[in-house]
């Protein structure tokens, strides 16, 4: 194996990332709330030695439900049933910082770090939505608003599970001391958004801090990565926008003190996985043939902030206004892609469907392997976002036949580094903040 | 078996219930983070027969973690893993209505009841403390506003389960159609401490609506369980207090529209077992030897709002000031308890170490299961919330000596009677709110 290894992690969305893929014979819609199904997954990509699961979320009904098997579960609790039949898998969870309260989020993450033996993750969302907002009883908030919150968020999570020093706990049965007090400390935040006086519950998560994961790809949200973010997960259509996003965000480390390897890009992969690249085309087209229109449209919409009829399929994207609220790069991304490839908005739809933006790669696995290769070892990734168009064959397809190529070709392991998340992404474990007090502060003022 | 049945819920707390259990060599502190030994807990309960689990929770480290092993596991987070190892035992959830979103708390409900197959259950609380306050940015609220938040937060959590009616999912592939979205509804709901739109984003859990447990015995308490909860935990010392509070909330029902059956009243016993009554005994000396004064006062104080030193220990309790806020049925409890038997603070102390209010009943199994028996023959309760006093073996104890001897005398299943937590506990399951809408007009209504 070479010194850099490839990390790579299953985005495990329903029966797959493919909007048709309820339809498709070889997936079971109803498994979308069975608990079984994403054990299994989860166990599949295990076998497959992993680095991590992830389940994306938001906190209103995706459109439109009427022609897609969305609605599932939400994802800390789904984790946490997952964690118990499984040893090794990360586990990532998506929670918003809008519309929640740091203390409930630090506490839940710690519990799972506790439950999974250090295995949480958490991609960090600012829930751009309007129908998310008023689930919450507000107006959508603005774009720099959500990430001025997130940043103090984030800073009252990290700290509340500094709050509990390593050692904090004694258990001193003769002593009758359970806990060092000096060694837990109230993290007695206040500012603009949050007032938290702390300590938290629940003890120090077993990684310190759960690893941190971010998606967002505007100016505000790379800023806020290369602040925080140890994983990023992103969309990328094209090996020049992948490497040119990938140098982007690395070189913004360093200005906060941090090296390029503290951080990992992965982005979006859809394998459409053949035993032939006529196979993989095949079912690249048996999945467009089940693509519905009016789903389609919807999904753009929300993706580009204009409504379009089945009138305007056969025509080219019309002009899009200038939005300046929401997933702006995800527009870019769109938009781009349609004007570069010249596509009618049906084509563009059906790019669309297999990742609503993430790269979709058919063929062989030899050939997805060499995609993968050329990213990794091209300057553009440090690993990938699996996204399989149909779960579970897709990542069947893909840990039985892929893996075993990256891992000939020395890219990827064949057993786990280590025990935890952060062992196997190769991040360290973070100290707590308040573990540089010295001791003896720490007990007088306990007393 | 006798027509009525006895329930049992297993309260799941740490390493035992009694305060010193910690420091008791039949336990192991280290396994209050340690999801292994909340599992082994769940499958003994399971093998008991028992009809659920119950986790306590606060949003605030408890008092005084320097003489206890407290602060453990997020409920929901936790009763998702227990979920994933069990298949009968129910699992109830303690979750705030007054520092949450009702729009969270509906999903992760709605989640772990998809997780479990119809085994969620939510404990109510309102969370008096001004400790948890602090870790919210706010201050205390009063004890009226927290019960009228309540009452509006479960209207809008019940219509969100709702918000899905049971035939909403379609999943038909050849049609392209996976949900009838004329059967998921908006709930639109405008109150004065909410405003959410709805509907929510996981369809209806198995039970319609998880299980509403509630446990607060105020005068507000009562009221509202007489109006939603199902299953009701409280603490009684005598049988003739607990006749009174049980005919007292069976009574309330009727105004509400509700029969005396819709809703089980479950009082708190810790049963301290030994195979002779001296062994018995001579567990509970033990358990009260190492008692630590310093954490009982701080128990005390919390429990009736005045702080006492150590010099305090061997005299009467002093008078104790009224106090309109917090937990002002366990405060009377308390002093009734420390007047009744003329007890000094030290006795009290060790009167309260077992349950904190909650009663205590050392002896056989035999005389355990009179002590059941008593309480639910003679009008005073419908089953038991089973507080061991060491974990696990506490539990052990009572699954394989009290649960034999219940069966034994006809008063306890010997397997269970249905799937879920409601057939278990022989309640219904609610119709959607929305299911008396013609479905003619809800396709119109979507299209």
Same mark, same amino acid.
Do not use: C
């Given at each position: 194996?070479?010194?850099?290894?490839?990390?790579?992690? &299953?985005?495990?969305m329903?029966?797959?990332?493919?909007?048709?893929?309820?339809?498709?014979?070889?997936t079971?819609?109803?498994?979308?709330?069975?608990v079984?199904?994403?054990?299994q997954?989860a166990?599949?990509?295990?076998?497959?030695?992993?680095?991590?699961?992830?389940?994306?979320?938001g906190? *209103?009904?995706?459109?439109?439900?009427?022609?897609?098997?969305?609605?599932?579960?939400?994802?800390?609790?789904?984790?946490? *049933?997952?964690?118990?039949?499984?040893?090794?898998?990360?586990l990532?969870?998506?929670?918003?910082?809008?519309?929640?309260e740091?203390?409930?989020?630090? #506490?839940?993450?710690?519990?799972?770090d506790?439950?999974?033996?250090?295995?949480?993750?958490?991609?960090i969302?600012?829930?751009a939505g309007?129908?998310?907002?008023?689930?919450?009883?507000?107006?959508? /908030?603005?774009?720099?608003?959500?990430?001025?919150?997130?940043?103090?968020?984030?800073?009252?999570?990290?700290?509340?599970w500094d709050?509990?020093?390593?050692d904090?706990?004694?258990?001193?049965?003769?002593?009758g001391?359970?806990?060092?007090t000096?060694?837990?400390?109230?993290?007695?935040?206040?500012g603009?958004?949050?007032r938290?006086?702390?300590?938290?519950?629940?003890?120090?998560?077993?990684?310190?801090?759960?690893?941190?994961?971010?998606a967002?790809?505007?100016?505000?949200?790379?800023?806020?990565?290369?602040?925080?973010?140890?994983?990023?997960?992103?969309?990328?259509?094209?090996?020049?926008?992948?490497?040119?996003?990938?140098?982007?965000?690395?070189?913004?480390?360093s200005?906060?003190?941090?090296?390029?390897?503290?951080?990992?890009?992965?982005?979006g992969?859809?394998?459409?996985?053949?035993?032939?690249?006529r196979?993989?085309?095949?079912?690249?087209?048996?999945?467009?043939?089940?693509?519905?229109?009016?789903?389609?449209?919807?999904?753009?919409?929300?993706?580009?902030?204009?409504e379009?009829?089945?009138?305007?399929?056969? #025509?080219?994207?019309?002009?899009v /206004?200038?939005?300046?609220?929401?997933?702006q790069? #995800?527009?870019?991304?769109?938009?781009?892609?349609?004007?570069?490839d010249?596509?009618?908005?049906?084509q563009?739809l059906g790019?669309?469907?297999?990742?609503?933006?993430h790269?979709?790669?058919?063929?062989?696995?030899?050939?997805?392997?060499?995609e993968?290769?050329?990213?990794f070892?091209?300057?553009a &990734?440090?690993?990938?976002?699996?996204?399989p168009?149909?779960?579970?064959?897709g990542?069947?397809?893909?840990?039985?036949h892929?893996v075993?190529?990256?891992?000939?070709?020395?890219?990827f392991?064949?057993?786990?580094?280590?025990?935890?998340?952060?062992?196997?992404?190769?991040?360290a474990? /973070?100290?707590?903040?308040?573990?540089?007090?010295?001791?003896?502060?720490?007990?007088?003022?306990?007393s």
């Amino acid at each position: 194996m070479t010194a850099r290894t490839l990390h790579l992690n &299953a985005f495990l969305m329903g029966v797959g990332h493919h909007e048709a893929a309820w339809r498709h014979p070889r997936t079971e819609p109803s498994r979308v709330t069975d608990v079984r199904h994403y054990q299994q997954l989860a166990r599949t990509a295990e076998r497959g030695r992993l680095d991590s699961v992830f389940l994306a979320d938001g906190l *209103a009904l995706w459109n439109n439900v009427r022609h897609n098997a969305l609605a599932g579960l939400e994802p800390l609790t789904l984790l946490a *049933a997952l964690a118990a039949v499984t040893d090794h898998i990360g586990l990532i969870a998506t929670v918003s910082t809008t519309y929640n309260e740091p203390f409930h989020v630090a #506490r839940k993450f710690a519990s799972l770090d506790h439950i999974s033996g250090g295995r949480a993750g958490w991609n960090i969302v600012t829930s751009a939505g309007e129908a998310e907002a008023h689930n919450f009883g507000v107006e959508r /908030p603005a774009h720099a608003d959500r990430y001025s919150r997130a940043e103090e968020f984030l800073d009252v999570v990290t700290g509340l599970w500094d709050s509990w020093e390593d050692d904090a706990v004694v258990g001193d049965r003769a002593g009758g001391v359970y806990a060092d007090t000096g060694r837990i400390h109230p993290i007695e935040h206040l500012g603009r958004h949050f007032r938290v006086r702390g300590p938290l519950n629940t003890s120090r998560p077993p990684q310190g801090h759960p690893l941190l994961v971010q998606a967002g790809s505007s100016e505000d949200g790379k800023e806020f990565a290369a602040r925080h973010a140890e994983a990023v997960f992103t969309a990328q259509q094209t090996f020049a926008e992948a490497r040119d996003f990938y140098t982007d965000l690395k070189g913004r480390l360093s200005r906060h003190g941090r090296r390029a390897d503290e951080l990992l890009v992965l982005p979006g992969i859809s394998p459409i996985i053949g035993s032939t690249e006529r196979e993989a085309r095949d079912l690249a087209q048996e999945l467009e043939e089940l693509i519905i229109p009016a789903y389609g449209l919807t999904q753009l919409a929300t993706l580009i902030g204009v409504e379009l009829g089945e009138d305007a399929l056969d #025509r080219p994207l019309p002009d899009v /206004p200038v939005e300046t609220e929401g997933a702006q790069s #995800r527009r870019k991304l769109v938009i781009d892609l349609a004007r570069r490839d010249n596509l009618t908005v049906r084509q563009l739809l059906g790019r669309l469907a297999g990742g609503r933006g993430h790269r979709v790669v058919a063929g062989t696995p030899e050939r997805i392997a060499d995609e993968i290769q050329e990213w990794f070892t091209g300057g553009a &990734a440090d690993g990938f976002n699996v996204m399989p168009p149909l779960l579970p064959a897709g990542l069947d397809d893909f840990v039985d036949h892929v893996v075993p190529e990256l891992q000939i070709r020395g890219l990827f392991r064949t057993e786990y580094e280590g025990r935890t998340l952060r062992e196997n992404y190769g991040l360290a474990r /973070p100290a707590s903040r308040f573990a540089a007090a010295p001791a003896v502060a720490g007990l007088v003022a306990a007393s």
